[in-house]
């Protein structure tokens, strides 16, 4: 079973920049979708941004579009996400996952799809 751990995380500056990783072990990586889902105070999970197993598809929540970018490196059985331009709306605790669908080149958006979840990383955004 696959096992997901995200260092990372922490305080930063509106307008700033932050990168969480989240490695996975215990399983064959680039089988893997990874999603990052966050979640508020108060809110519920919602999706950030998704790439498949093999890299090609890439899906974003619109809130994240032209500031977070994902990417994987199957090398390294890692994911990261990239969040510029962070605004006070983006602090929440923040969570990858892992699923493996029937095609590598398949991601969701859907945390129900994801079976595998790290443990979580706060990322607070001051102003």
């Known amino acids: 079973q696959v096992q997901l751990v995200e260092p990372g995380g922490g305080l930063v500056q509106v307008g700033g920049s932050l990168r969480l990783s989240c490695a996975a072990s215990?399983?064959?990586?680039?089988?893997?979708?990874m999603a990052w889902f966050r979640q508020a105070p108060g809110k519920e999970r919602e999706f950030v941004a998704a790439i498949s197993g093999n890299g090609p598809s890439i899906g974003y929540a619109a809130f994240a579009k032209g500031r977070i970018n994902v990417s994987r490196d199957n090398a390294k059985n890692t994911v990261y996400l990239q969040m510029n331009s962070l605004k006070p709306e983006d602090t929440a605790v923040y969570y990858c996952a892992a699923a493996r669908f029937s095609r590598t080149s398949r991601y969701s958006a859907q945390s129900y799809e994801y079976d595998v979840w790290g443990q979580g990383t706060q990322v607070t955004v001051s102003s």
């Open positions: 215990g399983g064959t990586f680039s089988t893997f979708a």
